[in-house]
């Protein structure tokens, strides 16, 4: 059982206050995209075997979305952070480089 | 191979059972192999059967990191049927159920396949309108199937409510011919049968990378050293994502827990199958007596092997209201397994970007029932390059939005 800490509201709890909305930081594409980033916007998943940053819903408490980095094979939860960002800020990248040393995501690490 | 009867139990039981030879064989893993599966599970294993069985095929070898059977074969809650909706579908299901009626002659070995029927209980009106669909469109798929009344549902499972406050059953879709077998004996089963073939399995050999040449696969570094093969086939379940990208393509597929349990042994009370996907848990007795129950995925990527408790608080919660009598049941075992699941619900059987690397994957939580039907038609894609049993089960499908669509059809895992 994984425990979250919401970034929006500051409240720490177990996953059934929450609800897991799949893969974050996909590129929405939109019209004028061409087929290959329609797929590999609406099928293609990282899936890794390892660290894992993923959308999170607070659905029993503020409602709000936010954003946590995992790791799939531990269940280790790095931390969470808003979801008004891109790729995962400075202070999450790090957490993950102590834990996991040699770790990178997208060229970053 | 000896066989297995009667005859060799007796014979064997005046020697003091000292003369039963190993099933099969562990030998050291050759150079190289026309053939080599990735995936000791049923589908791997069933793949390398027909290879030799069907295509004479047997400079093979299946390569194993644990022990053979210790994925999702040996972890799933053995449901068979073959009432999906889609005509790709109902084929290889279908092919699939048939080949489960004659596996036991087939392979020697007791896979106590017993088609004692499954039912998918109707628990809303839209229910009732997709499983008649799905009546209709067995009947033009020539898969026997029919929807039935609340009254036959009770008839043919007494200790269910019928009309729970919540969720009244207002009928069921109805497969005579679906059932439950013996998920290790399956595996056990294929693996003798290759075995004997001349074939290799070899258990605790993990496959770390792909190695090819010009666009063409060249073989597999292991644990055990590299080995060369002609042909790869990927089929490793919850791990297909993480051993494309050894070969370098992506896979539109995530892998999550489905988790299972088994309560303890009780008298005969249930002699069929029953599923209900609206509250997400299905049930039936094994020949121990134990009630087998199992329910939705675990809603969050994961490779642990187990799951969330909450979830099993779900299922049985659901479960109890259909199910009065079981409420006093103590449960005895749970466990996890790791499914792949892709975007429509249905597998992945296909060639791949690597030139002779062939994938077969995404059977997500109901590949049970497709083991035999899928060694069967990706072994008959493997050898020859087209099988009528996996087309529309393409990788390109996804782009070109041609999707087989079983999420609607079949909401709950299975
Ligand atoms: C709890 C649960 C209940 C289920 N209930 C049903 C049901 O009632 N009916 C039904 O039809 N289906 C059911 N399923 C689904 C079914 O179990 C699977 O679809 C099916 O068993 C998949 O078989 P497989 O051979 O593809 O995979 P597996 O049996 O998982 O075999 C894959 C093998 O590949 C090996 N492997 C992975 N990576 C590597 C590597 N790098 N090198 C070497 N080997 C590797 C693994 O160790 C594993 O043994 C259920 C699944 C679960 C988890
Ligand atoms: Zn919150």
């Known amino acids: 059982m994984l425990i979250l800490t919401c970034p929006c509201c500051g409240v720490t709890a177990e996953e059934t206050e929450f609800h897991g909305g799949g893969e974050a930081h996909l590129t929405r594409h939109g019209p004028d995209s061409d087929d290959d980033q329609f797929h590999d916007y609406l099928f293609m998943r990282e899936n890794p075997r390892g660290v894992h940053f993923e959308r999170w819903r607070h659905v029993y408490g503020c409602g709000k979305w936010f954003h946590a980095a995992r790791d799939t094979v531990t269940l280790e939860v790095f931390g969470t952070y808003p979801a008004q960002t891109t790729e995962p800020p400075q202070h999450i990248r790090e957490a993950i480089s102590a834990r996991r040393p040699g770790w990178s995501w997208r060229g970053l690490s | ?414």
Request: hydrophobic share 40%; aromatic share 8%; with cysteine.
């Open chain 2, 1 to 414: 191979m000896k066989r297995y009867s009667a005859f060799a139990i007796a014979r064997e039981a005046m020697r003091h059972h000292e003369g039963w030879e190993r099933a099969w064989a562990s030998p050291e893993p050759k150079r190289k192999y026309d053939v080599i599966i990735i995936g000791a599970g049923g589908h791997g294993l069933a793949t390398a059967y027909y290879l030799g069985k069907n295509f004479g095929i047997t400079n093979v070898a299946i390569l194993e990191k644990g022990w053979l059977g210790g994925g999702n074969t040996g972890r799933n809650t053995t449901i068979i049927r073959s009432n999906y909706l889609q005509d790709p579908s109902a084929a290889i299901f279908e092919k699939s159920r048939s080949l489960y009626e004659t596996m036991s002659q087939d392979l020697n070995m007791n896979v106590m396949f017993s088609p004692r029927g499954v039912m998918m209980l109707a628990q809303t009106e839209h229910e009732v309108r997709g499983w008649k669909r799905t009546a209709h469109a067995n009947a033009l798929q020539g898969v026997t199937t029919e929807f039935i009344s609340p009254r036959r549902v009770k008839e043919l499972c007494p200790i269910m409510n019928i009309d729970g406050p919540r969720y009244p059953v207002l009928g069921a879709l109805w497969q005579p011919r679906g059932g439950t077998a013996r998920h290790d004996a399956v595996a056990w089963g294929y693996a003798r049968a290759c075995s004997a073939m001349g074939m290799h399995v070899i258990q605790k050999c993990e496959v770390t990378g792909i190695r090819s040449e010009g666009g063409k696969v060249r073989g597999v570094t292991t644990s055990r050293g590299d080995i060369d093969c002609d042909k790869l086939g990927i089929v490793v379940a919850g791990n297909s994502g993480h051993v494309a990208n050894m070969a370098g393509f992506r896979l539109p597929l995530e892998s999550v827990a489905l988790q299972a349990l088994v309560s303890e042994p009780i008298k005969p009370c249930m002699d069929v199958v029953v599923m209900a996907n609206t509250v997400h848990g299905y049930m039936s007795q094994s020949d121990k007596g134990e009630m087998v129950i199992g329910g939705g995925t675990d809603g969050y990527n994961n490779y642990t092997q187990r799951g969330a408790f909450h979830h099993i608080e779900e299922t049985v919660r659901a479960l109890v209201e259909t199910f009065p009598m079981i409420s006093r049941l103590k449960m005895l075992r749970q466990w996890g397994g790791i499914v792949d699941v892709t975007g429509d619900r249905s597998p992945i059987l296909s060639k791949t970007p690597l030139e002779n690397c062939f994938i077969n994957a995404g059977w997500g939580t109901g590949g049970f029932k497709a083991i035999p039907g899928s060694g069967w038609g990706f072994a008959e894609l493997m050898a020859r390059g087209h099988s009528t049993l996996c087309d529309g089960f393409e990788l390109d499908r996804f782009r070109e939005g041609r999707f087989v669509d079983e999420s609607v059809a079949a909401g709950v895992a299975h």
